[in-house]
């Protein structure tokens, strides 16, 4: 018997979503027992893609070949009838229910459900494939990678023999990144096929064997790992290959401008996501705060920004006591904000120049009035001088992730405020966007502004900070000098090693 040279061949795929061509006559195959990478920058079709050969989207042309058969995809159930799983960074998992009863959800047996046999099957299953899962576990109870680990039992429990990974990295520390390396190359060995998104060019090294490259909707080529290099695949798909900001060595750093002290919040249900929060940031430095998402970063970045009001504590700018500040108030005394979504950062339905004069709108009233001519203006020399891809009278919501986001450091930084606070500022974005993001940081860094990097993003809080502060469980239990973090160690304090904190706390 010929064995079969393709798992997976998407033949002349066309997608359209009215006039944007999100995949212009893409090719793309998949071996068996390959783990192979799908790169490109925001926009380049590689979500697209994938949701069509998942069933969530249907191509305007094209072909779809699975196992050397012809195959008609629409919906997830005709692909996991195919043997496709798909895994994305947003669990589908019912918290409230063990990993048994989520791994059974959905199966044949109608109501005839018998926990006992489900159990052991799931037991033996998990056995089977080499993964490490407590069949009897609340999934509320399991830390992110457990949880990720069931939502890839659960495809292979529902026999995929194709598994896609849509940034499966993107929320683990990074013990729990080399756990998933691990998984997927045993499970590869076995025969099973992975198509592996990502955004991190040392990790698809790391663990594929082959990489295609999405550019503008368009394939711009498939290499093997052993025949490219990192600044090659940058090239691939930004068009240049040097990518990567450096931030100056260690400089004079002056008087604390932003003191954290003592900071209690609630979240929304009223339990303390912020438990006696304290750190300070000085001037001309970046102080990175660490930790994996759903530890208090959210309402850090709120009550610092003014719309969570916090219990007790205390929060200082520049001296003076700002606990209870409005957004406002915090904008008038030299805070810039970059909120951790870039969304809810703006108003969709307004102009770039409305937007970009949003904070500072007694800047351009005149009379009570608006002065609609200095706000165009503004926004000109905004848009000009951080090359905003865009006219003035844009709707910004019309705004790719990377514009809309340099829009909002415009809007931010041109004020050069004393504190910057930038929440999750390259979330989303591409390689290009990225670097812009972060040049910019270390820009208001050098000229002597304090800056507040809360980010999700090891390899950015490495690149970027001079101090960094890991963040657990609502708690900074531990604070290093740049020179002495490296991944492991940040990685274990961010997993609540807290043991690992004696004697590195600045």
């Known amino acids: 018997m010929i064995p079969l040279m393709h798992a997976i061949e998407m033949r002349s795929v066309t997608k359209r979503f009215g006039a944007l061509l999100a995949n212009d006559n893409v090719n793309f195959d998949l071996a068996p027992g390959e783990i192979h990478a799908l790169l490109g920058e925001n926009g380049a079709g590689k979500t697209t893609l994938m949701r069509i050969l998942y069933g969530l989207y249907r191509a305007d042309s094209g072909e779809i070949v699975v196992g050397g058969q012809p195959a008609h995809i629409a919906s997830p159930k005709d692909a996991i009838g195919l ?37 052991q099957k799931v037991a033996d299953s998990a056995a089977r494939f080499g993964i490490e899962i407590n069949p009897d576990a609340l999934v509320r109870h399991l830390s992110v990678g457990e949880r990720q680990r069931v939502e890839i039992f659960k495809a292979l429990y529902r026999n995929a023999r194709v598994l896609i990974l849509d940034e499966p990295t993107a ?39 082959r990489i295609t490259v999405l550019r503008g909707g368009r394939a711009a080529g498939t290499v093997n790992k052993s025949a490219t290099t990192q600044k090659e695949l940058a090239r691939m798909m930004v068009g240049r290959e040097t990518f990567g900001v450096t931030k100056e060595g260690a400089r004079a750093q002056g008087e604390p401008l932003l003191r954290v002290d003592g900071l209690l919040v609630l979240d929304k249900k009223g339990w303390p996501a912020l438990k006696g929060l304290s750190f300070d940031v000085r001037a001309g430095e970046v102080l990175g705060i660490a930790g994996v998402s759903g530890n208090g970063q959210t309402e850090l970045t709120q009550a610092l920004a003014g719309t969570l009001k916090p219990k007790a504590g205390n929060l200082r700018v520049g001296g003076r006591n700002l606990t209870h500040a409005s957004p406002s108030q915090l904008a008038a005394a030299g805070v810039g904000r970059i909120p951790e979504d870039r969304h809810e950062g703006v108003v969709g339905e307004l102009t770039v120049a409305e937007n970009l004069a949003l904070e500072n709108l007694q800047d351009f009233t005149a009379n009570g009035m608006l002065d609609h001519r200095r706000i165009r203006e503004n926004a000109e020399k905004l848009i000009a001088e951080y090359q905003i891809k865009a006219a003035p009278t844009t709707r910004i919501r019309a705004l790719s992730g990377g514009n809309m986001q ?53 390899d950015e809080i490495l690149a970027l900070s001079d101090r960094i502060a890991v963040i657990y469980e609502g708690r900074i239990v531990g604070i290093l000098r740049a020179g002495e973090a490296d991944a492991e160690l940040l990685g274990l304090l961010m997993s609540g090693a807290k043991e690992m904190a004696d004697g590195i706390k600045d």
Not at 182 to 198: A, D, K, M, N
Request: aromatic residues 4%.
């Open 83 to 119: 043997g496709i799983g798909m895994v994305t960074q947003h669990f589908t998992l019912v918290p409230t229910l063990t990993v048994t009863e989520n791994v059974s959800l959905g199966q044949a047996g109608g109501l005839a459900f018998d926990p006992k046999a489900a159990r």
């Open 171 to 209: 929320v683990l520390v990074p013990q729990e990144v080399d756990v998933l390396f691990e998984t997927l190359r045993r499970l590869q060995s076995e025969g099973l096929s992975v198509i592996f998104i990502s955004h991190k060019l040392n990790e698809v090294m790391a663990v594929c064997q």
């Open 406 to 458: 340099k829009a909002i450091l415009a809007r931010a930084l041109s004020r050069k405020p004393q504190v910057v606070i930038a929440a999750q500022p390259t979330r989303g974005l591409d390689v290009g966007a990225t670097d812009y993001v972060r040049g910019k940081l270390l820009e208001q860094r050098d000229r002597g502004a304090a800056v507040l990097l809360i980010s999700e993003d090891l």
